[in-house]
């Protein structure tokens, strides 16, 4: 705090109730404001933030798997779970390998989305979870 501040706290130590409930009409008549507003705002404020905090977060339920990388020793393995996991042709699977990074599936729960990355993985592809 700098100087001034300190001054003024000291006064301000100094002063009565009285006194104080003066200053405070005072400086509500001289800057046009009202105290008791404010501490009004200041509490529903501090209501809504603890209300923010106490909020649960839901966990997430669907996710998406994306391919990001495939080893090319394991390209035709990584193309033929590809197509067991969305179900796709041989052409519309092979587009997915080929064009990498490309999202496989969307919207799956967590144990499908883990079964799939397992899967994957173990040939050496690289898969992101969002």
């Keep these: ?13 100094s ?6 409930l003066e200053l405070i009409n005072d400086i ?8 008791s507003n404010i501490s009004q705002v200041q509490n529903k404020t501090l209501t809504s933030d603890k209300n923010i905090n106490n909020e649960v977060v839901e966990e997430k339920s669907l996710f998406n798997i ?10 035709i393995s990584v193309l033929k779970v590809v197509r067991t996991i969305t179900g796709l042709g041989l052409k519309e699977s092979k587009d997915i390998v080929d064009n990498i990074p490309k999202i496989l599936k969307e919207n799956i729960k967590k144990e499908e989305v883990e079964k799939i990355k397992n899967e994957l993985e173990a040939l050496g592809a690289k898969v992101q979870i969002i």
């Design 15 to 20: 002063l009565t109730l009285l006194e104080s």
């Design 1 to 13: 705090m700098s100087d001034k501040s300190n001054q003024i706290i000291e006064i301000l130590k």
């Design 28 to 35: 509500e008549k001289t800057f046009n404001i009202n105290i």
């Design 66 to 75: 994306t391919l990001l990388d495939i080893p090319l020793d394991k390209k």
